[in-house]
């Protein structure tokens, strides 16, 4: 197996495993059949929300190297996270085919990541963290989207279907949800959602703040997060130094990341007393 894969694999177990919160990621979602899947969530929380589409590099660059960051630190015990993938995507007026701007393989990933946040719940693992044994709330769809757009940025994602296997994720349900039509129906509604947004979008990703579009400054929104924040309980991201709005970080790239993370996190010969 190449270097690259063996160290995405550990590196999407330990997202899954690792990143902790003592929260839930959390929205509102509308199941495909009409009813309501809501993901536990805390009053005061901010709403994240980012509509993109799944091959665009801003967006998967956004969603690897920036978003991903809410995970390594508490930041996410004050976010409800919302992922709508779309973007600049039409309905031919011919056929009601979807047109995607990266062409169909984009249609495709849009209907698969939609349904994979519409079908993979959150639920409860175990994982030790340091030299502890918690009971977490996993984000299993963050998970799998990631892989995604990792292998986007790689380009690879033709790959896709590996991310099941990559992170332990029953293939089933994603694939049921695809192939029966319901990815379809998901899709409109997120085609709804966009084209309705106030004001329209006019770069993607297009992140919104409590429903306040940040525009350019997306990659910096972790300053906006935290100025929203209005909670008593101030998590640790929200005291560190900021660059402020309209000042972005510069991150790593993804390789850099993962091998960071790697070698802080992944030491296969500690051993739990």
Aim: charged share 20%; aromatic share 12%.
């Amino acid at each position: 197996m190449p270097l690259y894969e063996i160290a995405l694999k550990i590196f999407c177990a330990c997202l899954l495993f690792l990143f902790t919160s003592p929260s839930h990621v959390a929205a509102s979602y509308t199941h495909i059949d009409g009813s309501e899947a809501s993901l536990p969530a805390k009053p005061g929380n901010v709403n994240l929300s980012v509509y993109y589409e799944t091959l665009s590099p801003t967006c998967s660059n956004f969603i690897v190297k920036n978003l991903e960051g809410v995970f390594n630190n508490d930041l996410i015990s004050i976010i409800n996270l919302r992922l709508v993938p779309w973007g600049d995507a039409n309905i031919s007026k011919s056929n009601n085919a979807f047109i995607c701007k990266h062409g169909p393989d984009e249609c495709l990933l849009n209907e698969v990541e939609a349904c994979a946040i519409n079908v993979l719940k959150n639920v409860v693992q175990f994982a030790f963290l340091f030299r502890k044994l918690y009971l977490n709330p996993r984000n299993k769809y963050y998970g799998f989207i990631y892989c995604i757009e990792f292998l986007a940025i790689e380009g690879r994602h033709k790959d896709w279907q590996t991310c099941f296997n990559t992170l332990g994720l029953p293939a089933k349900p994603v694939l049921d949800c695809y192939k029966s039509g319901n990815g379809t129906k998901l899709l409109l509604q997120h085609e709804y959602e966009t084209s309705h947004l106030i004001p329209p979008h006019t770069i993607l990703p297009w992140v919104l703040v409590n429903n306040q579009a940040i525009r350019n400054d997306y990659e910096n929104f972790t300053a906006y997060v935290c100025r929203a924040y209005k909670g008593n309980v101030v998590p640790n991201a929200c005291k560190l130094p900021s660059p402020g709005i309209n000042s972005a970080k510069k991150v790593n790239s993804p390789a850099k990341r993962m091998q960071r993370f790697i070698e802080a996190s992944w030491k296969p010969s500690q051993k739990e007393p």
